[in-house]
């Protein structure tokens, strides 16, 4: 059984969406390394997960990059979201010229097995989770897991708030004319990146 290791119903719901029943939730809370790369981040939980679950499992993680503030939040999305709200992201950006953004969300996947080459990205290197353990011995201790990576994004546009739906920061992202806040799940799902992130992975999962 394919386990999606998140706390977020929302999140399984949309992924059932694409996989139907061969995949549950798992909550489990793993460590969140802080580093300035999607991938990377989904990557390190991925193999804790899996370490955990001892099954196949996928995580994500997924932020709304600014283009005129260099794609900031990103990855510190949720953080940015929780100290100053997405209300003070919506005013940083009002007086900019250019206020276009893009949601983006990284898929990994990881089932302790070895991946044939693919346009998908594979994330081999497990330094990464070892220096969040806080323990060099861990380097060499533990098995480097290799992690198969599916991003997807949505452009959009920052905006005053509109809309009573979603989560997050969907009232201020347009796209196509309307806030994801606008829309109901089947319309946000159908073009959500995290919804093509989903496809990909899918698409790939099938073949398995």
Known sequence: M?????????KLREARDYLGDS???YNFDYTEIQ????????????REAYREVGGPVIVDDAGLFVDA??????????Y????????RVQTLAEPLADRSASFRCALAY????????????????????????????????????????????????IVEPRGTGGFGYDPIFEHDGSTFAEM???????????????????EWYETR
């Open 23 to 25: 995949i549950e939730g």
């Open 35 to 46: 580093h300035d790369d999607l991938e990377a981040i989904a990557a390190a939980g991925a």
């Open 110 to 157: 990881c089932d302790g097995e070895p991946f044939s080459a693919s346009p998908d990205p594979i994330d081999r290197d497990d330094r990464t989770t070892a220096a969040a353990a806080g323990a060099e011995q861990d380097a060499t201790e533990r098995e480097p897991l290799p992690v198969k990576l599916f991003v997807g994004s949505v452009p959009g546009t």
């Open 184 to 202: 109901n799940a089947a319309e946000k799902n159908a073009l959500s990146h995290r919804g093509r992130a989903l496809a990909k992975f899918a």
């Open 80 to 87: 940015v979201e929780e100290t100053i709200g997405i209300e």
């Open 69 to 78: 503030f260099d794609g900031f939040p990103g990855p510190y999305s949720a």
């Open 2 to 10: 394919l386990r999606y290791v998140t706390t977020n119903d929302g």
